[in-house]
């Protein structure tokens, strides 16, 4: 089984919709966030946790909303998507010293 | 805050060439460096990384990277590329002692091998 588990893999809706992408790890790191990638754009970090209680926006936060629902779980939501929001969606765990990333094999998301 | 900036969005070599990407940051303070790579249809992979001690690191497939600090760079090298090295490679760099999360990203280099 992969260490960090992204569901779903492939998704299309349409504008307005409220979507939840779910993130779910094995590898027991404390830290989790979430990030999109779009073509010549690299990565770009939307939310981050450091712990269950700890939620901290990032780069691109505005439009996204994220649930630490427990250590192995991190959710983010986009409550009325929008087509710039389409993209592919990485979420990834990580220690404390930030050493590496471990990243899920992305969600495939497409807002019409 | 830091900024990354990879100078190549897309190379393109013949196999058995010679490879090095560009990657400058910008942060005035201590910065822990990495390079991924994304293989087609594929989420990142930690490729190298750089904390402290010797500047030329030494990564997985036979790549390598120096860190020049009066140059704020952190390049990627390998002396003869594959095929199977044709991937999407990102340089990251991670500040230190900023109190908070701050691994950014660059804009990637694509790498295309061609047999």
């Known amino acids: 089984d992969a260490d960090v588990t992204q569901t779903p893999r492939n998704r299309i809706t349409k504008t307005g919709k409220r979507i939840m992408l779910e993130c779910s790890q094995t590898k027991g790191h404390d830290r989790m966030y979430w990030y999109r990638q779009d073509p010549g754009l690299g990565l770009r970090l939307i939310y981050y946790s450091f712990d269950v209680k700890d939620i901290n926006k990032g780069e691109i936060s505005d439009g996204y909303s994220v649930s630490r629902q427990a250590q192995a779980k991190f959710s983010l939501s986009l409550e009325s998507a929008i087509p710039n929001q389409t993209a592919l969606y990485f979420c990834?765990?990580?220690?404390?010293?930030?050493?590496?990333?471990?990243f899920g094999s992305g969600t495939q998301l497409s807002v019409l | 805050a830091q900024s990354v900036s990879q100078h190549n969005h897309h190379v393109i070599l013949s196999e058995a060439a010679s490879l090095e990407l560009g990657c400058n940051y910008s942060y005035g303070g201590t910065v822990n460096l990495f390079w991924y790579v994304q293989y087609p249809g594929q989420h990142l992979q930690l490729l190298l990384k750089y904390f402290s001690g010797d500047p030329l690191v030494k990564g997985i497939k036979g790549f390598e990277a120096e860190f020049i600090k009066s140059k704020f760079s952190f390049n990627l090298r390998k002396p003869s590329v594959q095929w199977s090295d044709t991937a999407e490679y990102f340089c990251a760099v991670n500040a230190q002692g900023a109190g908070s999360y701050q691994l950014t990203f660059g804009k990637g280099t694509k790498l295309s091998v061609i047999p």
């Open positions: 990834a765990t990580g220690t404390a010293m930030n050493e590496k990333l471990f």
